[in-house]
Every structure is written in C-alpha cells, then in structure tokens.
C-alpha cells in the first residue's frame, strides 16, 4: 500500500512563511550645501574686516647743539625731568640738574620717586595754570560758546604757551616700552604740550638714579 503524501512541508496550508529582511539604504550626506555657505562666510568676514594698520608714535627729540665744544648752558626754568626706570617706577627732578662739583653753587640734585598712579597729580600740580585753560575752553565748547575749530586753535595755542610746564622724559635700560606710551599719554591729559624724549642719561643723573633704584 502506497503511503499518501503526509502534510509536513506541503501540507497543512502551503508553503513554509519565509521573514524577509529589510533593505538598508546608503546613509550619504551631501556637503554641497555646507561647502557653499562656508565660502559665502568667508568672502563676507574678507570683504568686511577691516585690516590692521600699523600705528606710529611721534616722538620729539632735541635738536643737538650746532656747536658741541660750545660750553654754553642754559637754565631749564619750569621744566621737569621724568626717569623712567624698572617696576613702573618714576623718579623726577625740577630745572637743571646740578652736583656738588659743578661750581654753579647751588644744590646738588636730588630725584623724588613716584609712580605712574600718582606721576598724573605731580604734572597736574605743576601745571595748574594750563589745565585750568583747557578746562575752561572745554566748558566753553560743550556749551556752545565756542565751535570746534576755535577750540582746536585755542587748546593748540594755550598748550603751546612757553610759560607752561615743559618736560623732558628719559629711560634707563630697565625701563619698559609701555611706560614710554603711558608717560607720552600722560602729556596730554596734564596739559603738557612741549616735552622731548632721551635715550640716554648724563654719568652723574645715572650714579644718582643706581643709588636710588638700590632701595626698590
């Protein structure tokens, strides 16, 4: 007797179910767009930047004498000396400087130190009568007494008096050029329109300055 086809793989509803797996698509991202903005940014911040442009100091020297063997001197009458030395600190003298041997008879020399929060006091002080000037024509152009221009001629002209404060600024080797710059702004801001800049220190103003900066 012939067996009958059994239900197993054909019977009992068909064909066995088969899962089918899901296709996994290609994860591509397009840098098109990106690429784009990216240059579109850069030609925007190059185009809009302003470039750096170099700024220059003025400094103002002393015009060397025409004669060097000429013996000639001449007294410094309100003027003011600032050394500018190591730890931002200042050290300063009125009028000429003088030393016991000089023969001019008069007292040697001696430096008074200070610093660059109290060296804007020292200048305002000695140059009381300018910084009282300026204020007055500041007040008088906020208020409307005086236009622009005639401020600008009037503050040139009364910083340019001779009977104002004069200075002359001067650095050792322990000085730093930044305190070149704050000393220069300091000019201004005190009223001081005729100041000159050395590099350089007579024999004995550097003995004196050595002997003081021991005490730093």
Do not use: C, W
């Not at 068909?14 to 690429?35: E, F, L, N, W």
């Not at 001696?110 to 660059?116: E, K, N």
């Not at 008088?140 to 236009?147: A, M, R, S």
């Amino acid at each position: 007797m012939a067996d009958a086809p059994g239900g197993g793989e054909e019977g009992g509803g068909g064909k066995r179910h088969q899962k089918k797996r899901a296709k996994k698509g290609s994860t591509r991202i397009d840098m098109t767009p990106m690429v784009d903005l990216a240059f579109l940014l850069l030609t925007f911040f190059i185009l809009t930047t302003t470039m750096y442009k170099p700024s220059t100091l003025q400094m103002t020297f002393p015009v060397p004498d025409e004669d060097p063997t000429d013996d000639k001197k001449t007294e410094l009458s309100n003027a003011i000396t600032l050394i500018l030395t190591a730890k931002d600190q200042i050290f300063y003298y009125l009028g000429e400087f003088h030393t016991p041997t000089d023969g001019s008879g008069k007292p040697p020399t001696t430096l008074t130190r200070t610093d660059f929060s109290k060296v804007r006091q020292v200048l305002l002080e000695r140059n009381k009568a300018a910084v009282e000037k300026l204020n007055q024509l500041a007040r008088d152009f906020n208020t409307g007494k005086i236009d622009e221009a005639a401020y600008d001629s009037l503050r040139k002209a009364t910083k340019g008096d001779p009977t104002n404060l004069k200075a002359i600024i001067k650095t050792d080797k322990d000085a730093k050029y930044r305190n070149m710059i704050d000393i220069v702004d300091e000019m201004d801001i005190s009223g001081i329109g005729s100041y000159g800049v050395l590099d350089s220190l007579k024999a004995a103003e550097q003995l004196l300055l050595d002997a003081e900066k021991a005490t730093l």
